[in-house]
């Protein structure tokens, strides 16, 4: 057993002892590192992770090949490019973000001066999963080192070829007392977790986020959970369909639909119905083709996932959804597939889908969408199609998500200069570009005395004191 109580089954003491180690020697660093790691030397680290990155491109593109069979296109889109951008924007405004924020003085604090000074956490934990193996255990990297601090990454055990990599690269980059990688599965991650780590950036299911806040509060190590969930999509009666299809199928399918903000399921409005759903199933087959085999389409990340959906697929046919489009799996491959007439009864209505199955649910009523968002743990994502301004307000206004995109899937998460997160059941903190930088801060006040009148009112409260204490209350009072 470990201090979570877990038992470690398939993990050898062995390999527990090296994770102790790992951490015990990124702590004793991070006691040095607090007063030499400045501007010039996270931008050094950043900078050598860039190089790395770049010169690891083909490296990249053979192990999600390996992995998932993620086309070439896909990983440069979106591993290799937002894990570039993300250092870029960071090493360009670092100076800024790490500058300390003055504080004017208010009246009871009159005769000081204050400073809010952004200091690293210290030593932080990185969890990744699979469905983006690298900029997911990358772009928390680049923030964590642009706050100042030191990281260990567990990678995904089920994408191993991304995993061996990341491992390698970080390897070839950095001092292990500032970042290493430990490689593994469930044993391993729970390992580390009975670690008392500053900082833990997770990102994954929501079922493994409770796990992880329920070990970060026996060492009250602070969070950051980027979480998953089922995030719905709604086309109003004005929406423009020619260019919700091609969003829509865009963040649904790219990756295969195995993308924590795709859209899960879609509300359409009764009046456009045919014409969004011939638009999207033109736009898919201009995509993907039937589907089958198709080079621009991921595979399932595994058997078992694989199977999973096939599952979710013909339970709810076998209570009644129809298969309005693909519906064909074979292996780990999978078409597009869209499906109408889905109920509470089927198992889709209520699990993340998280592969390239698309419900279509037609709605007549606006607040009967809103009702079934409310009703549904606050996703990470809500997409809107309409032109209408007024009713894509009142949507937003009327419900909670993690954040929004209108007329548009997808897109929030590389905007660096917008937070990117979840509430609550879709998670909590936010990562990215300058929010990404302050989840690795503590925001730490430094109040300096100069001339500070409150050492007047001090004990015994008689005299003078008393005179002031009467002052304030009726001024502040
Ligand atoms: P997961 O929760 O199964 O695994 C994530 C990580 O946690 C892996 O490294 C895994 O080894 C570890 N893990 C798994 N079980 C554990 C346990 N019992 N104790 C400790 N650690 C454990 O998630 P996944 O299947 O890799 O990824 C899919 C999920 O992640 C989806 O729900 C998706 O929506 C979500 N996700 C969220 C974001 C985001 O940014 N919000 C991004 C990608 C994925």
């Known amino acids: 057993m470990n201090r979570l109580g877990y038992k470690m089954s398939k993990m050898a003491q062995m390999d527990e002892d090296h994770i102790g180690a790992a951490f015990a020697h990124q702590r004793a660093g991070m006691v040095a590192r607090r007063h030499t790691f400045g501007l010039r030397e996270r931008r050094v680290a950043l900078d050598d992770l860039a190089t790395a990155i770049k010169q690891n491109e083909a490296a990249l593109v053979a192990a999600m090949a390996a ?3 993620k086309p070439k296109a896909e990983v440069i889109l979106s591993e290799f490019i937002p894990a570039m951008q993300e250092i870029r924007h960071a090493s360009r405004h670092l100076r800024r973000w790490m500058r300390p924020r003055r504080a004017a003085p208010t009246l009871v604090t009159f005769g000081t001066s204050a400073r809010v000074r952004a200091e690293a956490r210290g030593v932080c934990l990185i969890i990744a999963p699979w469905n983006y193996p690298f900029l997911l255990a990358i772009g928390p990297l680049v923030s964590a080192l642009a706050a100042g601090n030191s990281a260990i990454i567990k990678p995904s055990e089920m994408t191993p070829a991304t995993s061996a990599l990341i491992a390698r690269l970080v390897k070839e980059t950095f001092s292990p007392d500032l970042v290493t990688v430990i490689e593994g ?81 879609v509300f359409v409005h009764r009046s456009v119905k045919d014409d969004f759903l011939a638009a999207l199933s033109e736009r898919i087959a201009r995509s993907y083709g039937d589907g089958k085999n198709s080079a621009h389409l991921a595979h399932i990340v595994s058997y078992k996932h694989a199977e999973r959906l096939v599952g979710l697929l013909d339970d709810a046919v076998s209570k009644g959804a129809q298969v309005i489009l693909g519906g064909d799996a074979q292996g780990r491959s999978m078409a597009p597939t869209l499906i109408e007439a889905i109920t509470p009864e089927m198992q889709i209505d209520h699990e993340e889908i998280f592969g390239p199955i698309l419900p279509v649910v037609i709605y007549d009523d606006i607040a009967d969408v809103i009702r079934q968002i409310n009703a549904r743990p606050k996703p990470l994502a809500l997409y809107i199609f309409d032109k209408h301004r007024g009713r894509t307000d009142d949507v937003i206004a009327a419900t909670s998500s993690g954040g929004v995109g209108v007329n548009l899937t997808s897109a929030q998460f590389v905007h660096h200069r917008i937070p990117f997160g979840g509430v609550n059941g879709s998670g909590m903190g936010a990562a990215h570009g300058y929010f990404g930088f302050r989840a690795f801060s503590h925001q730490r006040p430094v109040l300096t005395n100069h001339f500070s009148v409150l050492s007047l009112i001090f004990p015994p409260y008689t005299g003078r004191a008393k005179r002031l204490i009467s002052l304030f209350r009726r001024v502040l009072g």
Do not use: R, Y
Not at 193 to 204: R, S, V, Y
Not at 222 to 234: D, H, M, N, Q, Y
């Open 67 to 69: 992995d998932f069979g």
């Open 185 to 265: 599965g469930v044993d391993a991650s729970q390992a580390l977790l009975a670690l008392p780590f500053d900082h833990i950036f997770f990102t994954g299911s929501p079922a493994v986020g409770k796990i992880v806040m329920a070990a970060a509060a026996k060492t009250l190590a602070s969070v950051t959970l980027e979480l998953g969930g089922k995030s719905p999509t709604i086309i109003g009666p004005d929406a423009d369909l020619k260019s919700a299809a091609k969003w829509i199928a865009f963040g649904k399918f790219s990756n295969a639909g195995q993308t924590c903000i795709a859209p899960d399921h």
